[in-house]
């Protein structure tokens, strides 16, 4: 029996699915490479080997290491803890705001989110697209999810919100803006802790959207 001619490397461009599988393969090494050394620590020689590409690729997609940092560091903060927002289809506002409030607590504590957004702001004078970034940033899946249950629940009359985009920004700014600004210190608070501020947070933004009869 003759053996089996091995099979020859397909060449030709990849196809648009491959190439979003090597985009991600290389964001995430930079992100992870960057995360470890710093911008400055970082060459790009270092992320085509981690990403196990090479260079060529690398500088086909990204031509420098600034053009590399200014993708990644957005990417990585709005993919970062997102999947993790709960479906709060339910009737019950105070459990659903609770359900978003502890996934925005979780993301705001996460020690990786905690490094991504320190370097993105020690770097932030030489990227100053972040803070155009920033803006798009709040139009978060979590953003969004608040959005969404405050616009159903003033349409039944449960609650009076002028502006369900405000008012979202500031339920998640309630909830998570202080322990993001604790844990960028280092500093976190035991979970039942936490859990306790999240019930008062809860309660006191129901008191400014309750209608008052």
Do not use: C
């Not at 648009?16 to 599988?21: C, H, L, S």
């Not at 705001?97 to 030489?126: C, H, K, N, W």
């Not at 009359?157 to 998570?176: K, M, N, P």
């Amino acid at each position: 029996m003759s053996p089996t001619p091995p099979t020859r490397a397909r060449i030709g461009r990849p196809s648009q699915a491959e190439a979003a599988r090597l985009d991600e393969q290389l964001r995430q090494a930079a992100f992870e490479m960057f995360l470890e050394r710093g911008f400055d620590g970082t060459t790009m020689e270092a992320v085509a080997q981690a990403a196990g590409v090479t260079k060529r690729t690398l500088y086909a997609r990204y031509g420098d290491k600034r053009t590399l940092f200014a993708a990644v560091v957005p990417w990585a903060m709005s993919r970062h803890g997102d999947e993790q927002v709960p479906d709060v289809a339910g009737d019950d506002l105070v459990a659903a705001l609770t359900e978003i409030g502890r996934s925005a607590l979780v993301r705001a504590t996460d020690p990786d989110m905690v490094r991504i957004s320190r370097m993105a702001m020690a770097e932030s004078e030489r990227f100053p697209e972040f803070a155009r970034s920033a803006e798009t940033l709040t139009w978060s899946p979590r953003m969004r999810a608040v959005m969404d249950l405050l616009r159903r629940h003033a349409d039944e009359g449960a609650i009076e919100v002028d502006d369900v985009e405000t008012a979202a920004e500031q339920f998640l700014a309630l909830v998570s803006a202080f322990p993001a600004r604790l844990a960028a210190f280092g500093v976190t608070r035991a979970q039942e802790v936490e859990e306790r501020r999240l019930d008062e947070a809860v309660r006191l933004f129901l008191n400014g959207v309750l209608p008052r009869r």
